[in-house]
């Protein structure tokens, strides 16, 4: 067989790969200097990198999860936090060998990261079969996204430096296309290899879940969307550039009818026939496909046809697809008999509903089980102490609200009107004629954005079906639901022109009506690139913060200066001993510092990049003892002894650092060996009295097992730890309690020292040891799940033999009997679930009023952010007063009662208050008694005063709140108090 010439060649790569290189070039050129190796400072960008190279540290010895010492009082590396994004800028890293410092490994895998966004929505716009513009468009819309805080795009992904979701997002995104893909291949569509896109997919999927935990329920609820679109419908025809859009396309009955031609003698004879695999581009394309079949993939694409292209109107040779030289590396079809009949060629006879049901069931199966599986090695130990991490509630807006900015062409903040006109008209294409893809991807968007609205959340009070629900911050629901919008308006270009080839003819009308959509199509790329670039431009997408003072390179240098006296001051020094940090709360321009100086930090304010619960904040002079810090850095302002300065940085030594534990008590204390990092403290006591107690300066975690023996021959027995607090003698907790959740919650303003923290027990005369187990029985259950998986999906991408030893069964359990008994279970365990949960909110008084227990004016049932999570409230009338009236209830000795302002409203300036009056009643009496009569703080977290009730009214009694708003704009106010039945 000849081979094409080199320009031929040259000509075939560049029409197959101008997608990919388009939009690699725009990526690149956006986020220049930082492809060249220049890290990003802005924000996060520093906590993220120390993160990384804690995380290579930790792996260098061996170890998937461990004690890191680095932050707070200590935290669990590698388990809270997902760590994909960690061993992304490791893997840079060895990829170069180690020639790059981790400034510069980091630069390019956040390059890598922020790429993936375009490269995932190619992905989809190539499984969309709308020809390469519909992805070409999404990607692009997707790189130039302004975005806003917690929404994803620029703004927050580069400059606030929160990248690990927009990484997960566009790891499931690409997941979702593999199954599309695997759908038209195994629906007739498309060539190629089934058993690979769910290899792909599964592992696509896997990475989305350990980048970030949003994945999750993004999968989750993507799951029965996918049944009830792609499972009935298919997935939709596939289509791809005609090689002459001047030569007319015959008429489909026509090429019905006709009885193909006898299959070439001469292999050569085949070689126009050949299919250039599909990439990543999005332009797989049949070269030298006959117009007739180009056009007829076209017209379904864009009619949005879920029945498969009829088989004969392709030539027979296009079963066993046959790969050209310059594809090589794409994935091949598998045409080996002894793995069984490849899925490629195109069935004659459609599927029908039941066998398509089946086969996605199968794909969505596969890919999912098989992602959990490769993830469980992380998921599991995760979700195990699911109880130590922090809560992070945060509520959107209103459905109306959203709705309003809907009306202005803005899905989310700064989108691009003419991207969201356009993705409306796109959802209105899938609702009417849209094929099962496209209907997902709509779907799949509509429901991710409905859920960050309030009215959504509390409508169907999600909370009540799983907890997580209260500590989700709900515009990270944008996030998701972004790429498919994205590819909506892809769509729509994409449509366009597809359905101008498809109209394309010798006829002038047809020719007219070819043209005319073509200039549509030019004429909304063009608006929409107008608009999206103006938009951009006036954000600042494209500017990247490459100095940690921009505008001061002085600043750069004194810091220089410091982390080479840090590096020198550490030799000498107790490994345990931190710098501690003032500066402003969410400055994190000196949390890289580790990483030069291998010295652990202590930053007074708000640190990012863990979930750990453990988390303080405050810069008190016992928190900082405890948390032995031996200097302070500051930018001005005095701490002490001063012994360096650095330009505007000053370094003060403190010389009250305490110890590694202590005894509060009579006894004494040596400290035998501390080496947290490597999970080991172990201490000597005498001298101890009964109510002595030992106190490790450790963050108390569940992995941390505390021994004790009376003498050096004695056995080890072990002896149950609680945590108690930094600061203060307030109450203390269990690892059992946190677990089960009972602690749920945190500051809005930080921990400040009083939250039950450190590990601490009665002190015995003899020895304690404090050691760090990094092996639980889940830890082995969820790494051999991942081996085994792993396995799995190296045997799918070899060979179909899973899948076809699978596919009878699927046929089976897509019997519609099957189907109506597996969704009512689903739907009943979830309505027993939601009930349960109801009937134990019954005695609350926001449930009261909710289901028109209590005479409320002026005031409403709903959602109310405070102490970190979303609790049911009873919320106030801002605006005018509000009284609530509870008739027979049973208040008991004293009130169980909390009210609390709004985060989010309290920690802004005061501009209103409330004045709060509890008074209670006889049943059948005309007089009221006063219980309380108090003005609400001004401050978040939930405010518990005591409010005794009379003797007489504790077992029966009516009672009214009253609450009268003041002042110019009152914070949003919410209640509850749990009152029995008389």
């Not at 993004?218 to 499972?231: K, R």
């Not at 500590?471 to 996030?479: A, G, N, V």
């Not at 019954?842 to 227990?853: E, H, M, T």
Request: overall charge positive.
């Amino acid at each position: 067989m000849s081979r094409p010439p080199p320009r031929g060649r040259l000509l075939r790569l560049a029409v197959r790969t101008w997608p990919f290189a388009l939009v690699t070039a725009l990526g690149l050129w956006l986020l220049w200097p930082v492809p060249a190796g220049v890290m990003p400072l802005s924000a996060d960008h520093t906590v993220h990198l120390t993160r990384a190279w804690l995380y290579g540290q930790q792996l260098a010895g061996g170890h998937l999860v461990g004690w890191s010492p680095f932050w707070f009082f200590g935290f669990p590396l590698g388990e809270l936090y997902p760590p994909l994004g960690d061993l992304l800028v490791i893997a840079v890293r060895l990829v170069t060998l180690g020639l790059l410092d981790w400034a510069q490994a980091y630069a390019l895998a956040f390059t890598l990261v922020f790429l993936l966004q375009g490269w995932a929505l190619l992905r989809c716009g190539r499984a969309l079969g709308l020809g390469p513009l519909a992805g070409v468009v999404a990607a692009a819309l997707a790189l130039l996204d302004a975005g806003a805080y917690r929404e994803g795009g620029w703004i927050y992904t580069v400059t606030y430096g929160v990248w690990p979701q927009a990484l997960a997002t566009s790891l499931a995104y690409w997941a979702l296309a593999e199954l599309a893909l695997a759908a038209r291949v195994r629906e007739g569509m498309s060539p190629g290899t089934h058993h690979r896109h769910l290899a792909l997919a599964a592992l696509a999927a896997a990475a989305a879940l350990l980048a970030h935990p949003m994945s999750l329920p993004m999968l989750a609820m993507a799951a029965p969307l996918w049944l009830i679109t792609v499972g009935l419908r298919g997935a939709g025809p596939v289509a791809g550039p005609v090689t002459s859009p001047l030569e007319p396309a015959p008429d489909a009955a026509v090429q019905r009818n006709a009885e193909p031609p006898p299959p070439p003698e001469n292999p050569t004879a085949a070689a126009p026939l050949r299919h250039v695999p599909e990439d990543i581009t999005g332009a797989t394309t049949p070269v030298g496909l006959p117009v007739a079949a180009a056009a007829a993939a076209f017209a379904s694409a864009a009619a949005g046809a879920s029945q498969p292209v009829p088989a004969d109107i392709y030539p027979p040779t296009l079963g066993p697809v046959e790969l050209t030289a310059p594809a090589a590396s794409s994935v091949p079809t598998d045409t080996s008999s002894a793995q069984g009949p490849a899925p490629g060629p195109r069935p004659s006879v459609p599927l029908t509903r039941r066998e398509r049901l089946a086969g996605a069931a199968l794909d969505l199966a596969l890919a999912l089980g098989l992602a959990l599986a490769l993830a469980a090695w992380w998921l599991w130990p995760m979700a195990a102490h699911r109880g130590y991490m922090a809560s992070y509630g945060w509520l959107y807006a209103p459905l109306d609200a959203m709705l309003r900015m809907l009306q202005a062409g803005q899905w989310t903040q700064l989108m691009a009107p003419a991207a969201g006109f356009t993705a409306l008209l796109g959802l209105l294409v899938a609702a009417v004629r849209g094929a099962g893809f496209l209907r997902f991807l709509a779907l799949l968007a509509l429901v991710h954005w409905l859920l960050a609205s309030t009215d959504v959340f509390w409508t169907l009070r999600l909370d009540r079906l799983s907890g997580g629900f209260s500590h989700i911050q709900y515009q990270r629901f944008l996030t998701a639901a972004k790429p498919g919008l994205f590819l909506l308006t892809g769509a729509v270009v994409g449509g366009l022109s597809v359905l101008s080839v498809r109209t394309w003819s010798k006829s002038n009308v047809k020719k007219a009506m070819s043209f005319g959509t073509a200039a549509a199509a030019a004429a909304l790329v063009a608006w929409l690139a107008r608009d999206a670039s103006n938009l951009a431009r006036r954000h600042g997408v494209g500017v990247v913060q490459v100095e940690r003072m921009p505008g001061d390179p002085a600043f750069e240098a004194a810091y220089e200066q410091f982390l080479q006296w840090a590096a020198s001051a550490r030799h000498g020094q107790p490994a345990d001993g931190r710098i501690a940090v003032r500066t402003d709360r969410n400055a994190h321009w000196f949390m890289d510092s580790p990483v030069y100086t291998g010295t652990p930090v202590y930053k007074i304010g708000f640190t990012p990049g863990d979930n750990f619960v453990h988390k303080p904040e405050s810069g008190s002079a016992r928190v900082l003892d405890l948390a032995q810090a031996r200097y302070l850095l500051a930018q001005g302002g005095s701490g002490g002894s001063q012994v360096a300065s650095f330009g505007p940085l000053r370094v003060f030594e403190r010389p009250n650092a305490a110890g590694i534990a202590r005894i509060d008590g009579p006894g004494e204390l040596l400290v035998e060996a501390a080496d947290l990092q490597a999970g080991r403290v172990r201490v000597r006591l005498a001298g101890t009295a009964p109510d002595s107690r030992l106190v490790f300066h450790v963050a108390g975690y569940p992995r941390w097992d505390l021994s004790f023996r009376a003498g050096d021959g004695a056995p080890a027995e072990l002896v149950p730890w609680i945590e108690v607090p930094v600061v203060g003698d307030g109450p203390t907790a269990t690892p059992e309690q946190r677990l089960r959740g009972e602690l749920r919650g945190g500051k809005a303003l930080g921990d400040d020292g009083s939250e039950p923290t450190l590990i601490a027990a009665p002190a015995r005369d003899g020895v304690f040891e404090l050691r760090y187990a990094r092996w639980r029985w889940f830890d082995a259950a969820g790494l051999l799940a991942s081996l085994a998986a792993l396995l799995a999906c190296a045997s799918l991408l070899r060979s179909p033999r899973l899948v076809d030893r699978l596919r009878p069964l699927a046929r089976r359990l897509a019997h519609p009997a099957v189907l109506a008994v597996v969704a009512a279970a689903a739907i009943v365990g979830a309505g027993l679930r939601w009930r349960t949960a109801a009937e134990r909110e019954r005695p609350l008084a926001s449930a009261r009023v909710a289901d028109g227990r209590a005479a409320a004016t002026h005031a409403r049932s709903g959602p109310l952010k405070t102490d970190m999570l979303i609790f049911p409230a009873v919320v106030a009338d801002p605006r005018r007063p509000s009284e609530v009236v509870f008739s027979g209830v049973a208040p008991g000795p004293a009130l169980d009662a909390w009210f609390a302002l709004d985060d989010d409203d309290a920690k802004q300036r005061r501009r209103g208050s409330y004045r709060v009056q509890i008074d209670a009643r006889s049943p059948g009496s005309a007089t009221w008694t006063p219980l309380a009569d108090f003005t609400a703080a001004h401050r978040p977290d939930r405010q518990r005063p005591r409010i005794p009730v009379p003797e007489d009214m504790q077992r029966a009694a009516d009672l009214a709140v009253r609450i009268t708003p003041t002042g110019e704009a009152p914070p949003r106010f919410g209640f509850d108090v749990a009152l029995a039945d008389r």
